[in-house]
């Protein structure tokens, strides 16, 4: 996991990429950039212990196997999808000490910005959105559809994040990057295991 020192916030961040999420109890943010994908920010409100997943489509019938669980986060072919994301992500900070009925969530991303693509983004909102009210996980604040890409810093220990909106006509690097990606997801099988509470 890349991490740098925010000189402007004073903090450490963890910067996640797709498929990837990071969870921690320090005083660490998470950051990423998002076009069509979408991060869900999960944090336990008395614990000061959350985290933030990036994922690329809702969802797949596929079985995962294998993953390589690390001790604050997690990079596998399963977690590029929507369900596997969401399940690791709760799952892990439940067996650091969260607590499912103190889990707060907010949603970032889902923007159209492949115009020749189905439109992905749409679908991994309403998947995100359905998810979260399925697990009784409160949705705090969203910020996601439109056309423009988006960077994302959240905090899990207070629970606050920070937006900032991408000129989507000057910047094709998030655009290729998902259709890279994109190719990618279709021609590689499922790697990654879950384990439901």
Not at 57 to 70: I, M, Q, R, S, Y
Not at 121 to 133: S, T
Not at 137 to 154: A, C, H, M, N, S
Request: aromatic share 10%; net charge neutral; hydrophobic share 35%.
């Amino acid at each position: 996991m890349n991490h740098y020192w925010d000189r402007y916030r004073e903090v450490v961040v963890a910067k996640i990429l797709p498929g990837e999420f990071y969870m921690t109890r320090d005083n660490v943010a998470i950051a990423t950039t998002l076009g069509s994908c979408i991060s869900a920010c999960i944090w336990d409100k008395n614990e000061n212990i959350g985290g933030m997943n990036h994922f690329m489509l809702p969802l797949t019938d596929k079985k995962a196997h294998e993953v390589n669980w690390g001790k604050r986060g997690i990079s596998s072919d399963a977690t590029r999808y929507g369900n596997f994301a969401m399940e690791h992500l709760i799952n892990t900070i439940l067996k650091n000490g969260g607590r499912r009925e103190h889990l707060l969530a907010k949603v970032f991303g889902g923007g159209k910005v492949l115009n020749q693509m189905t439109d992905v983004g749409k679908r991994n909102i309403d998947f995100a959105m359905h998810y979260l009210q399925m697990e009784n996980i409160q949705i705090e604040t969203t910020d996601t559809g439109d056309l423009y890409p988006r960077k994302v810093i959240f905090e899990p220990a207070s629970g606050r994040a920070f937006v900032k909106k991408l000129n989507n006509l000057h910047n094709d690097t998030i655009a290729q990057r998902e259709k890279n990606y994109s190719k990618h997801i279709d021609h590689n099988e499922v790697d990654g295991d879950i384990e439901l509470f």
